[in-house]
């Protein structure tokens, strides 16, 4: 073999280039290989020859990382001397402090062919408008670059092919950041994930003339937002067809919300527009409570609802008669409560009711996860019914000393019908069962 390799010196010489019989595609994926054991391998290769140096473009500029504002400031200088980097980036995160970013000059008149004014956009924002193939932006960057990224967002040709975006603004003393600032966001045509941390959003909600039409956003996540419900409802007609709604906010919310409501059925009137392709909602919002039960047979597709208290779903017992009873989605699969149950007796009495009439009122439904209470166990009447109509119930949250011991429920159960009627999962678990975010 090694007689087959050097037996021709103009061949196998010293300077043959044995890799340039390769087509560009392999040599890409050649690349890519090295560059995934050392970056600094395949910085080495690109600096061989032109083709090397372009094809190498490809994968190292693939997926950006910028931890400091002076590394991104240098990046965009340098489009302007190659402009062709922008658009080999298809991921870029952008992570760095306020401290960093009040040392540099921003406002600076912009370069390479830019159609925006330079009072409208900031140098670092616009670096993002060559990236003409960007697929994934995550921005966590202080709220003096808001203006300028919303401003992308607003133009018709900047980041055509946005996928993915997680949005968050730091903000003096922890305040929420203004999310008109970056509204038409909700207007991209092609974004099918959107997640926005501690943002507030007021009753205008997209109040711009141009309203765009079946956008295709499939993930929203609202992740300790203060958002107004009518300003949600204004921008959820826009999806054509929303799949996983999430609304998360803290125990105790600092600072105080000014724009949300304090009634869940607000929230689940502001989906309705997409009833008819949700899949997942999840509103883990401890601070809502319920007036009046849920009506929700519209939305026809729900497979998994996830919520804080029994008493959302229901609406709190009061001296006044109920009006109506609750309307599960008609194909549901998972109902899950994030918080105790049992906190209301009468709402308990309707939950044990509404599992009991699981043929009639969600007869796809197959399972329930609860909470334990600090003692460990959940009200039995709740254990019983779904025995006795083989649900499901996964409660979060009780360890046992023993691994080969039984759950116990409130009055005593025999061991033996809890096994039956009960599956008992770990806290570890609850990660399976659905994913929650939380701001950086």
Not at 186 to 203: G, Q, T, Y
Not at 303 to 326: A, E
């Amino acid at each position: 073999m090694s007689r087959n390799l050097a037996g021709n010196d103009s061949q196998c010489g010293p300077h043959h280039d044995q890799l340039s019989v390769l087509g560009e595609e392999l040599l890409v994926q050649v690349f890519e290989a090295l560059g995934s054991i050392s970056t600094s391998d395949l910085c080495n290769v690109s600096r061989l020859n032109k083709m090397y140096h372009r094809l190498a473009d490809l994968v190292l500029y693939r997926r950006i990382q910028f931890n400091t504002p002076e590394f991104h400031l240098v990046f965009s200088e340098s489009l302007d001397r190659r402009p062709r980097r922008g658009s080999a980036i298809q991921a870029i995160t952008l992570t760095y402090p306020s401290s960093e970013l009040s040392r540099l000059i921003l406002q600076q008149a912009p370069g390479y062919g830019s159609h925006h004014a330079p009072s409208r956009i900031d140098t670092l924002s616009l670096s993002l408008s060559t990236m003409s193939n960007l697929a994934t932006l995550d921005v966590s960057v202080p709220d003096t670059l808001l203006h300028g990224i919303g401003t992308l967002f607003n133009g018709p040709f900047d980041l055509a092919c946005l996928k993915s975006c997680t949005l968050f603004y730091q903000c003096k003393d922890d305040q929420y950041w203004d999310l008109h600032e970056n509204i038409h966001i909700f207007a991209h045509p092609v974004l099918e994930s959107l997640v926005i941390k501690r943002a507030k959003l007021d009753i205008r909600g997209f109040d711009s003339i141009e309203r765009p039409h079946q956008t295709a956003l499939k993930k929203l996540h609202l992740i300790e937002c203060d958002i107004n419900d009518d300003a949600l409802s204004d921008i959820l007609e826009f999806p054509d067809g929303l799949v996983e709604f999430a609304m998360t906010q803290t125990p105790e919310p600092h600072p105080e919300l000014e724009e949300s409501s304090d009634n869940i059925g607000d929230y689940i009137t502001a989906l309705k527009s997409q009833g008819h392709s949700l899949e997942t909602i999840t509103i883990d919002f401890q601070a809502l409570t319920g007036l009046k039960s849920l009506r929700m047979r519209d939305f026809e597709t729900l497979k998994r609802l996830c919520i804080n208290w029994d008493y959302q779903l229901f609406g709190k017992s009061s001296t006044k008669p109920r009006m109506h009873s609750v309307g599960l989605p008609p194909n549901m699969e998972t109902l899950e409560f994030f918080n105790e149950l049992g906190t209301d007796s009468g709402v308990t009495e309707l939950l044990v009711s509404a599992i009991e009439s699981r043929d009639v009122l969600s007869r796809r439904w197959q399972m329930m996860v609860v909470v334990a209470n600090d003692d460990g166990e959940v009200p039995r009447d709740i254990v019983e019914a779904c025995k006795l109509k083989g649900l499901q119930l996964d409660i979060i949250g009780h360890f046992d000393s023993d691994a080969e011991t039984e759950p116990e429920c409130e009055s005593g159960m025999d061991r033996k019908e809890a096994k039956n009627g009960v599956d008992m999962v770990s806290e570890e678990s609850r990660f399976d069962l659905i994913h929650r975010e939380s701001p950086k």
